[in-house]
T-cell receptor, first 115, second 114 residues
Framework: AQSVTQPDIHITVSEGASLELRCNYS??????LFWYVQSPGQGLQLLLK??????LVQGIKGFEAEFKRSQSSFNLRKPSVHWSDAAEYFCAVGNPGGSQGNLIFGKGTKLSVKP | DGGITQSPKYLFRKEGQNVTLSCEQN?????MYWYRQDPGQGLRLIYYSQIVNDFQKGDIAEGYSVSREKKESFPLTVTSAQKNPTAFYLC?????????????FGPGTRLTVT
C-alpha cells in the first residue's frame, strides 16, 4: 500500500535561512508527487508537482523539490525563507496506475519562522 | 473567478443533529473529494466521486453520506452516527481520474458539535 512519511512534525528556521522539508514515500513504481501548503484555517494550495521528466521541480513562491528514486524521497526546499512562509506543509502521493484511489497525504510539517 | 466554494466557514450544531456541508466548484472538474482534518492527523479521505451519480467510500466514511447529482456540487452530510464530528472539513476537485492529477481545495468548513 502507498504511504507518505513526513518525519518532522515541527520545524523552526530563522528568516533568511534555507529550508528543507523531508518527504518519503512508499510505492512500487514512480508515483505522482505533490507538495501543498496550508495557512491556519485555510484550504490547501498546490506548491508544485512531479509527474515525470526532470527530477528537480520548480514551484510557486520560490519553492523547489527534488525527486530521488533511490531514496524514495521528494524533499521540498527554499533557499531563503520569508516570514510569510510560516504555515503547514503537506506532501502527497498519487497513484498513476490505479483504478481506485486518490492522493495519500503525509501528516504535515508545521513551519515556524523566527525574525 | 474559477474555484471551489465551501459554505459556511463555521458551523455549530447540537449533538444528535444531522448537518450538511456545501461544496460547489466551477472548474468543470470531473472528480470531487471530501477530507477531514484533525490536528496531527493530516488529511483523511471521507468520500470521493469521479462522475455524476457515482461515489466511493474513502478511509473514514462511517457516519457520513454524500450525493453527486450535479457535476458542480458534492454536498457532505455529517450524520448523528458520526461519533466525533467536530473537525475541519475540506472539499477538493481534480480534472482527471482520481490519483492522476493534482487536487484543488476549497477554503474549508470548521464544524463544531456540542
Amino acid at each position: 500500500a502507498q504511504s507518505v512519511t513526513q518525519p518532522d512534525i515541527h520545524i523552526t528556521v530563522s528568516e533568511g535561512a534555507s529550508l528543507e522539508l523531508r518527504c518519503n514515500y512508499s510505492y512500487g513504481a514512480t508515483p505522482y508527487l505533490f507538495w501543498y501548503v496550508q495557512s491556519p484555517g485555510q484550504g490547501l494550495q498546490l506548491l508544485l508537482k512531479y509527474f515525470s521528466g526532470d527530477t528537480l521541480v520548480q514551484g510557486i513562491k520560490g519553492f523547489e523539490a527534488e525527486f530521488k528514486r533511490s531514496q524514495s524521497s521528494f524533499n521540498l526546499r527554499k533557499p531563503s525563507v520569508h516570514w510569510s512562509d510560516a504555515a503547514e506543509y503537506f506532501c502527497a502521493v498519487g497513484n498513476p496506475g490505479g483504478s481506485q484511489g486518490n492522493l495519500i497525504f503525509g501528516k504535515g510539517t508545521k513551519l515556524s519562522v523566527k525574525p | 473567478d474559477g474555484g471551489i466554494t465551501q459554505s459556511p466557514k463555521y458551523l455549530f450544531r447540537k449533538e444528535g443533529q444531522n448537518v450538511t456541508l456545501s461544496c460547489e466548484q466551477n472548474l468543470n472538474h470531473d472528480a470531487m473529494y471530501w477530507y477531514r482534518q484533525d490536528p496531527g492527523q493530516g488529511l483523511r479521505l471521507i468520500y470521493y466521486s469521479q462522475i455524476v451519480n457515482d461515489f466511493q467510500k474513502g478511509d473514514i466514511a462511517e457516519g457520513y453520506s454524500v450525493s453527486r447529482e450535479k457535476k458542480e456540487s458534492f454536498p457532505l452530510t455529517v450524520t448523528s452516527a458520526q461519533k466525533n464530528p467536530t473537525a475541519f472539513y475540506l472539499c477538493a476537485s481534480s480534472p482527471r481520474d482520481v490519483g492522476r492529477s493534482e487536487q484543488y481545495f476549497g477554503p474549508g468548513t470548521r464544524l463544531t458539535v456540542t
